[in-house]
Every structure is written in structure tokens, then in C-alpha cells.
């Protein structure tokens, strides 16, 4: 089974390395051809100029890319997977998208015959890494027994949550869990700085009790260094959490905490955050608070 792979950024590079790791063969495409050339010459596949091309070379092909410009773009563009795919082919998208946009990409393409799942991750670059991300799936149960291989070489936990742009959904409430979580270790953070509490004590106890969680151990010594060293870019997550409000919206059922950090996120932005981590969200509210970590 050849696999195409489009989109070899921060999370597509170490997640299509880990495909290669596990012997899989592959053609890579990167909007950037520069960059498609140097992954392939360190880790071995053949590079194309076309998501078109992936198309007419494999039997699956994979799109890790930023927005819902870019995956229709890979799937539906002038010269994307669609104008290349022979009947039967897996089309799987792993970027972080709407599910409205997803389930309009997957009808277009099965018009021609092009079976499609999205598997957007989480994790962020450590376990994108190491290959042990979290892969929540949606579409057909059959396509993803035949995917099963190749997710499970990229994640360690791959979960079937529903048809066809139900993944991408339980990837935006994550992502927007994570965010507010973000911002109110953040808050604590700044309250224990101001009532003389010691850092380092409160992160211990907080991790062995009901305030631990992955933002605290990932994103509190971050934030205290301000290190904004990037695993996941903060315009990334507020797109996320702005397509999961969006949603929620369409449903009638608001996320008030996504709200919230949404706003924070959307001000670090104005500070010039975007292309930091989203551990960044300190900076406004250290901010709100005129108290420095």
C-alpha cells in the first residue's frame, strides 16, 4: 500500500515520518517544494508538485494542513486529489477543520468514487513525535479498519466517533476544553503570584489533586519561563475554538468558557502572539491583572 502524504509542517513532518518508521511506502507534497525535498531526502520518498499526483500514485493519501482552505485546496483544487483519484481511494484529513466543511469536502469526493474519513489528532508536536497521539475518526467503521494500520502507526489511541465529521467536532470541544483550561491555569497561576503562594509548590500539589491536568504539566512552566517555544501556534487553537463556538452556535447551545478564551486568545493575536505557542495566553492576562509571572 503506497501512501500519499500532503502537508509537512510542524505535526504532517513527524507524523508522516512515523508512517516511514513503520515501513510504509510514500510520496510526499508540500505546497513548499523546498520543504518536501529536505523531508525526503532525510527520511526517503518521492516528492510531487501535486496533490493530484499523490492521487493518481497511491491508494491512500493523507492531507495534514492548516485551514479549510488548504484541505480544499489538496481535495477539490484545480489540481488536487480529486482531479487524480481512481475509484476507491482513501482520502483521509487529519487537519482541524468545521464538520460542516468536512462533510461538504467527502460529498464532492464521493461523486467520483473517493471514500473519505477525518482523523484530526491531538497531542501537539511531542506526540506527533513519538507516535502517540490521540486519533479520533469519523465516517464509514469499514474504512477505517483498512486505515487502521496506518493511524495506529502515527497514534496510540485511535477511537471510531461517529459518521463522517464527527471527529473533527469532538476535536474542536477538546481543543476548546484545552484552551479554557489554558487560561485558568494561567489565572491561578497569577492569583497564587499575588497571595505569595509558591510556584513550584502550587504545581505540585495541583498535578497529584483535582486541579491537575495536561495544561498544567504542559503549559504553567511555560508560562512562568514565557517560553512561547511553538508545539501548537495560538492562531491555530483560536481558529479551533472559534469553528467549535460556530457549531455550537448553529445548535442552539452556547460554550461560555470557550467564549472566555476565545477573547483571550483573540487579544493575545493583537499582541503578535500568532505564531507562538498558545501558552502566549499569559501575556494578556498578566495584562488584565498588571502582575508578571
Not at 47 to 65: G, N, Q, W
Not at 89 to 94: E, G, P, S, T
Not at 118 to 134: C, E, F, W
Request: one cysteine or more; hydrophobic letters at 45%.
Amino acid at each position: 500500500m503506497k501512501i500519499g502524504f500532503a502537508g509537512l509542517g510542524i505535526m504532517g513532518s513527524r507524523m508522516a515520518a512515523n508512517l516511514r518508521r513503520a515501513g510504509f511506502e510514500l510520496a510526499v507534497y508540500n505546497r513548499t517544494t523546498e520543504t518536501a525535498e529536505r523531508w525526503a531526502q532525510e527520511h526517503g520518498a518521492e516528492v510531487v508538485t501535486s496533490p493530484k499526483a499523490l492521487a493518481e500514485r497511491c491508494d491512500v493519501v493523507i492531507s495534514m494542513v492548516v485551514d479549510e482552505t488548504h484541505v480544499d485546496e489538496v481535495m477539490l483544487g484545480p489540481e488536487g486529489v480529486i482531479e487524480g483519484a481512481k475509484e476507491g481511494l482513501l482520502a483521509i484529513d487529519c487537519s482541524t477543520i468545521s464538520p460542516t466543511d468536512t462533510r461538504r469536502i467527502g460529498a464532492a469526493l464521493a461523486e467520483k468514487g473517493v471514500r473519505m474519513l477525518d482523523a484530526p489528532v491531538t497531542g501537539s508536536a511531542p506526540k506527533a513525535q513519538d507516535g502517540t497521539l490521540t486519533i479520533m475518526v469519523g465516517g464509514d467503521a469499514a474504512d477505517l479498519e483498512q486505515a487502521r494500520p496506518i493511524l495506529e502507526a502515527m497514534g496510540k489511541l485511535v477511537v471510531h466517533v461517529g459518521p463522517l465529521g464527527q471527529g473533527e467536532m469532538l476535536k474542536l470541544i477538546n481543543n476548546s476544553v484545552a484552551a479554557a483550561n489554558c487560561s485558568t491555569v494561567a489565572q491561578a497561576l497569577l492569583v497564587a503570584k499575588r497571595t505569595g503562594v509558591d510556584l513550584d509548590a502550587l504545581q505540585k500539589v495541583m498535578g497529584a489533586g483535582s486541579g491537575g491536568s495536561a495544561m498544567l504539566e504542559l503549559k504553567a512552566p511555560a508560562m512562568r519561563e514565557h517560553d512561547y517555544t511553538t508545539l501548537f501556534k495560538l492562531e491555530h487553537m483560536l481558529k479551533d475554538v472559534r469553528l467549535c463556538l460556530e457549531e455550537g452556535q448553529a445548535a442552539g447551545i452556547g460554550f461560555p468558557s470557550a467564549a472566555e478564551a476565545r477573547d483571550v486568545l483573540s487579544s493575545a493575536m493583537g499582541r503578535g502572539h500568532a505564531n507562538d505557542d498558545f501558552a502566549a495566553m499569559i501575556e494578556v492576562l498578566e495584562g488584565y491583572t498588571d502582575t508578571r509571572l
